[in-house]
């Protein structure tokens, strides 16, 4: 909108429009604005939960019994700032004129509104379980059936998949790429969910994700960058790297306060929505498999759900101590910070391991 405004008003505008018009510019703004915004919002959000006594976070009562003290009370939602910042800062720096920058806003309020649902219900009944999760899944894969569909329908990208550290190889799936798209989308979005269980833990890689995903959107957007690198060209994907810096920025504030001991916790409204927003970025930019890589925190949460509860439910005895991995850690004697920061710590590697690939085809 902003961007559309000082470009109309060229003329009037004209240092700030030539500004205006590079995207790692915008990019820069978006996470310098987004920042001040969460870090200057998020305090009245705060204190107004706590006012309101609307945001105390349930305690799984089948997770640590050290949560129940050290936890209990936490406001929750403090992801509807994120959410609300993001899409904000993206309708004022983006181009309006690219379906990719709908298309993601639209998953990112989609998944939003569902976290939201899901955690208004926690908070109020004051139950742990929230939404069943056939009731998230039947939405989750409306949502991003939609949003594949419409990216294909438009033209923003084609019906395939690109295989990292080889050049130029790429696997038509045809039809069959929409519930493909659709699965990366959705279990993205959960894998995020589940991570999110300790002060910071989810955050962090939500950070280190979104920074490489920007560099590969705005490399994949520029012809002359994507020719010299066998990157597949994908027209107005550099505006998705200005909506990835407003995730940086808003993340980067959040855990202002996130940090352990947490003052807020993100809540399903932040970690569905930026999840979404991380895999649909994955999408547009043709890089969906290294998100496997670059993703790996996440990816490793995930499986360890999947692992626990088909063990379970084969032996009747448990594969970890407990589920999500962050928790089999917890019981083991790790201290929390330890388990935090040694996950940013191999969510920086596996960043870097992902950016490789733009060399080593």
């Known amino acids: ?13 004209a240092p700030v429009a030539n500004l205006i018009r590079y995207q790692t510019f915008r990019a820069m703004l978006a996470f310098l604005v987004s920042f001040g915004v969460t870090l200057a ?19 799984r009562d089948d997770g640590p019994q050290s949560h129940l003290q050290t936890k209990g009370g936490t406001p929750t939602m403090g992801g509807l700032v994120m959410v609300g910042t993001v899409a904000l800062v993206s309708l004022l720096l983006c181009d309006l004129t690219s379906i990719a920058v709908w298309i993601c806003l639209f998953v990112l309020l989609g998944y939003g509104t569902l976290g939201f649902i899901d955690d208004w219900r926690k908070v109020t009944e004051q139950n742990s379980k929230g939404l069943s999760e056939r009731q998230k899944l039947i939405w989750q894969f409306g949502i991003a059936l939609a949003a594949v569909a419409a ?23 045809g039809i069959l790429f929409i519930p493909f798209a659709a699965t990366v989308l959705i279990g993205t979005s959960n894998a995020v969910n589940l991570t999110d269980g300790l002060d910071g833990l989810a955050i962090g890689p939500i ?53 352990h001991p947490a003052q807020v916790f993100m809540g399903d409204t932040g970690a569905l929505a930026l999840g979404a927003l991380l895999g649909v970025a994955a999408i547009i930019t043709k890089h969906e498999l290294i998100l496997i890589l670059c993703g790996g925190i996440f990816v490793v949460e995930a499986l360890s759900v999947i692992i626990q509860r088909r063990v379970y439910k084969a032996t009747k005895k448990r594969f970890f101590r407990m589920a999500p991995l962050h928790h089999h850690f917890e019981l083991a004697g790790w201290p929390e910070n330890k388990i ?11 960043a870097l391991l992902s950016l490789t690939t733009l060399k080593i085809r």
């Open 151 to 173: 990216l294909l329908a438009f033209n923003v990208i084609s019906a395939s998949v690109e295989v990292p550290f080889l050049k130029d190889v790429s696997i038509a799936l």
């Open 340 to 350: 935090i920061v040694r996950c940013w710590i191999i969510s920086i590697v596996l």
């Open 1 to 13: 909108m902003l961007y559309q405004i000082i470009l109309f008003f060229r003329d009037e505008t």
């Open 207 to 259: 950070m280190t994700v979104a920074a490489t995903y920007a560099l590969f959107a705005y490399l994949g957007g520029n012809k002359i960058a994507s020719d010299y690198l066998g990157l597949v060209h994908v027209p107005g994907s550099g505006e998705v790297a200005v909506i990835l810096a407003a995730v940086i920025g808003a993340g980067l504030g959040f855990l202002w306060f996130n940090a």
């Open 41 to 59: 919002a998020l305090p009245p959000f705060i204190n107004w939960l706590c006012r309101k006594k609307i945001g105390n976070q349930p305690i």
